[in-house]
């Protein structure tokens, strides 16, 4: 059952918010040719040598949001982010949660489909961050690619971002939490931080509007690894996540 379209965020003018979303575009492109070659020179160097340059370009991208775009977010629960890194378990509806995630999070890796790396500049860049890229046609080995490559950067003390819904998932509609990111926590036994957002609302999966406003982003409690299975560990972030979600949405959800 597909959810009504007719939601229309408060807003400035259509026409003014299609200039400023142009400029975003403009600005966006022009700061993604201007560091990632500082990223590629920076190939056989260290992961945080290489990750300073992408968050100096992610803070960019949010200066950008809020300035011209006039899209801001209201953040809640950071004390919830443990001292010790884990992987982190997000509501997926756009594009924004990629880039405010890592602006309120240490250093991190994303699980994300093999095809992103193969844009031009953008994603040759991507890589160089050293995300789990995976192979969504190629479920079980995708799965192993998934517990190998994610303890691995868990070790080196990365957070690690999955987005259990596995795309993203228009407002007003709940995909199917899939349980491999909970399954990398029960074998490392690290903290799980699910989040919750609305971010879909005002900047829709593959839309070039960026409407101005306040995304609600929230941090949930820890669940521990450790002490739960894969399946409670799953259960617990979903449950928790599309709470929020009924808090936060101008949407009624519905299960796709």
Known sequence: MKPSNTYSSPKASYFITVIRSGIF???????????????FLLSRSSFEARY??????????????????GLSFALQGIENIPPTNGIILSKHQ???????IQAVFPPLVFLLKK????????????????PI?????????????L??????????????????EGTRVPPGQKGQYNASGAMLAHRVG???????????????RQAFLKWPGVIQLRIGPVIDGSQHSAAEI??????????QMAEISHVACTAE
């Open 234 to 243: 799953n259960q617990q972030a979903e449950a928790w996540i599309e709470a």
């Open 52 to 69: 300073r340059w992408v968050m100096i370009w992610v803070s960019i991208q949010m200066w950008l949001l809020e300035n011209i775009c």
């Open 115 to 130: 095809e992103l790396l193969s844009v031009p500049i953008w994603g040759w860049a991507l890589s160089l961050t050293e």
């Open 190 to 204: 690290c903290p799980v931080v699910p989040i919750a957002h609305n971010a879909g609302e005002f900047w829709a």
């Open 133 to 145: 890229a995976i192979d969504r046609g190629a479920k079980t080995a995708a799965l192993k690619k």
């Open 94 to 100: 756009s594009a924004w949660e990629t880039l405010a």
């Open 147 to 164: 517990l190998r490559d994610g303890e691995e950067r868990l070790k080196k003390g990365r957070w690690v971002v999955v987005f259990p």
């Open 25 to 39: 575009y403009i600005c966006q492109f022009l700061s993604v040719i201007s560091i990632a070659p500082m990223v």
